[in-house]
């Protein structure tokens, strides 16, 4: 859905130098119970949020590499949620949608993130920056974590391009392509 992988590279850069500057002191955390991963943002970290009806996601060739089907990552294999949740020595957390459907494996995290979104509402209609805080929120307020399981977690965010391409869409005279 995005083309803007220099921003997504920059970003990717980000997330892994702040993930290794903290590891000691998470290393040190983890002591105190498992770590958990919640994840905001777009198709880059989105490990299967998007309904089925509207990303490509879940059709082949996405994930023929892993998990071996369809998942509705935006890739054959692993994204970034995966690789940084494995750095961390736990799983990939469960999607939100998966969560809210009555999945009950949230001790690595939960992931909020939805392919297409952005800081705005963006062409794709999927819940944005605001709405998956929100999420965030009301699943807090249902006490499924401890307030020591908060402090050890980590937040991984990823908003590549969706914005900037409703506005093209929408004002741009230019559509990016490639
Ligand atoms: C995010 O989505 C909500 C619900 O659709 C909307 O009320 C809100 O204005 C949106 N926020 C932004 C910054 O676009
Ligand atoms: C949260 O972490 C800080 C720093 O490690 C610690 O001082 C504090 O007591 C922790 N609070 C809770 C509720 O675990
Ligand atoms: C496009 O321009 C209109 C009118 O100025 C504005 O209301 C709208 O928010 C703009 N769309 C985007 C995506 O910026």
């Known amino acids: 859905m995005e083309k ?3 921003c997504f590279f920059l970003l990717a850069v980000i997330v892994v130098l702040e993930v290794h500057a903290t590891r000691e002191s998470y290393q040190q955390q983890q ?3 498992r770590r958990k991963l919640f994840v905001f943002g777009d198709s880059y970290v989105d490990t299967g949020n998007t309904p089925k009806f ?3 996601s879940w059709k082949e060739p996405y ?3 892993f998990p071996g089907k369809p998942s509705g990552r935006f890739s054959d294999g692993h994204i970034l949620t995966d690789y940084i949740a494995s750095f961390l ?3 990939s957390p469960l999607p939100y949608q998966s969560w809210k459907s009555g999945g009950k494996s949230i001790q690595d995290g939960i992931n909020f993130a939805h392919g297409g979104s952005g800081v705005f509402n963006t062409i794709y209609f999927q819940p944005n920056m605001t709405t998956q805080i929100d999420y965030f929120q009301q699943a807090i307020k249902q006490k499924i974590y401890s307030k020591q399981d908060l402090n050890s977690s980590i937040a991984l965010v990823s908003l ?3 914005d900037y391409a ?3 869409s929408q004002n741009g005279t230019l559509l ?3």
């Open 89 to 91: 020595g736990i799983g």
């Open 176 to 178: 990016v392509s490639g």
């Open 166 to 168: 409703t506005y093209l």
């Open 54 to 56: 509207l990303a490509n």
């Open 4 to 6: 803007f992988l220099v």
């Open 31 to 33: 002591k105190n119970g």
């Open 63 to 65: 994930g023929i590499t």
């Open 160 to 162: 590549a391009g969706n």
